[in-house]
């Protein structure tokens, strides 16, 4: 395999398997955090796909942990956290989240 079919299938790997929206609207998160404490926090989604979503939540936790979210529509889904971060730009904490439900936000 030579660079530029390596470089492409690397490039392919990083596209989300559905399209990102952005969005705004406040959620709350359920869950433990990096000391296993339990919080209850508000937090805001600022990206949706179909299963999975980047939402802004000032607490910090363990990468594969199960959160419950609680959007002002439909019922509370269960999701892994994939990625957290901080912002260069803003210094907020971002989480990335995987919906554990096949259906994802349109979950009954």
Same mark, same amino acid.
């Given at each position: 395999m030579n660079d530029s079919n390596s470089r492409a299938t690397s490039e392919a790997s990083q596209r989300p398997r559905s399209p990102r929206v952005?969005?705004?609207?406040?959620?709350?998160?359920?869950?433990?955090?990096?000391? #296993?404490? *339990?919080?209850?926090? +508000? #937090?805001? *989604?600022?990206?949706? +796909?179909?299963?999975?979503a980047t939402i802004i939540v000032d607490v910090e936790m363990k990468l594969g942990s199960v959160v419950k979210l609680v959007p002002p529509f439909g019922s509370k889904l269960d999701a892994e956290v994939n990625g957290s971060w901080t912002d260069d730009l803003d210094g907020q904490r971002r989480i990335g989240v995987k919906l554990l439900n096949a259906d994802g936000w349109f979950a009954d």
């Open positions: 952005p969005v705004e609207f406040d959620l709350q998160v359920e869950g433990k955090d990096i000391h #296993g404490n *339990a919080f209850n926090q +508000s #937090g805001k *989604a600022t990206k949706i +796909s179909r299963g999975g």
